[in-house]
């Protein structure tokens, strides 16, 4: 089983940067498509961005396309997500997953099974 533990969440200004960090073990890494998802409170968790195994392919979704880049590290057993242009439509709770590209890289990656703990990023204008 893989653990999955986030961080670099924090409190920002609008138009600021985070960098999120996912840190995994007890797995294979390299394995495993990673992902980058959010959710505030009362509403449905959505999509932000995904990374297959060799992190040759992203996905990003629209609202942070040119803003965000996904990526990782194998040889550190981390995933990334950085945060441009921070926005305080952006404020939420950050989680990363890792699974099965064929589930997470697709409108099934809700069935993914390693979740982190999830990190708060919070962005006031």
């Known amino acids: 089983q893989v653990q999955l533990v986030e961080s670099g969440g924090g409190s920002v200004q609008a138009g600021g940067s985070l960098t999120l960090s996912c840190a995994a073990s007890?797995?294979?890494?390299?394995?495993?498509?990673m992902g980058w998802f959010r959710q505030i409170p009362g509403k449905e968790r959505e999509f932000v961005a995904t990374?297959?195994?060799?992190?040759?392919?992203?996905y990003y979704t629209d609202s942070v396309k040119g803003r965000a880049t996904i990526f990782r590290d194998n040889a550190e057993n981390t995933m990334y997500l950085q945060m441009n242009s921070l926005r305080p439509e952006d404020t939420s709770t950050y989680y990363c997953?890792?699974?099965?590209?064929?589930?997470?890289?697709?409108?099934?990656?809700?069935?993914?099974?390693?979740w982190g703990q999830g990190t708060q990023v919070t962005v006031s204008s």
């Open positions: 997953a890792a699974g099965g590209a064929a589930h997470l890289m697709a409108r099934t990656w809700r069935e993914t099974k390693f």
């Open positions: 007890g797995g294979t890494f390299s394995t495993y498509a």
């Open positions: 990374i297959t195994q060799s992190g040759a392919t992203t």
